[in-house]
């Protein structure tokens, strides 16, 4: 079965964005307009399923290096990325 695009103005975007993207990560295009005229795309991702871990949006940033490394940031990078 073909599906058809949906279509939507900018001004129907902006009320609905939430629900526009909700329908695009489940894998519906859908067109953008403005007067009328297509001028973008809102598309599903390229991968097909985003995993989003348990921790996501909860998690604290840590640094990498926890104090100056005086000239040595090439050895803590390195080291950082175990060797390779």
Known sequence: ???????????????G????VAEAESG???VIT????AVAQLVPPLQPHVRRGSRMGSAA???AV???TK??????????????
């Open 61 to 63: 940033l840590t640094p």
């Open 17 to 20: 964005l939430s629900g526009a």
């Open 1 to 15: 079965m073909i599906q058809t695009m949906k279509r939507m103005s900018i001004q129907d975007l902006k009320a």
């Open 71 to 84: 000239g040595r940031y090439l050895a803590v990078l390195l080291e950082d990325r175990g060797g390779r």
């Open 28 to 30: 519906r295009s859908i």
């Open 66 to 68: 926890r104090r100056g």
């Open 34 to 37: 403005r007067y009328g005229e």
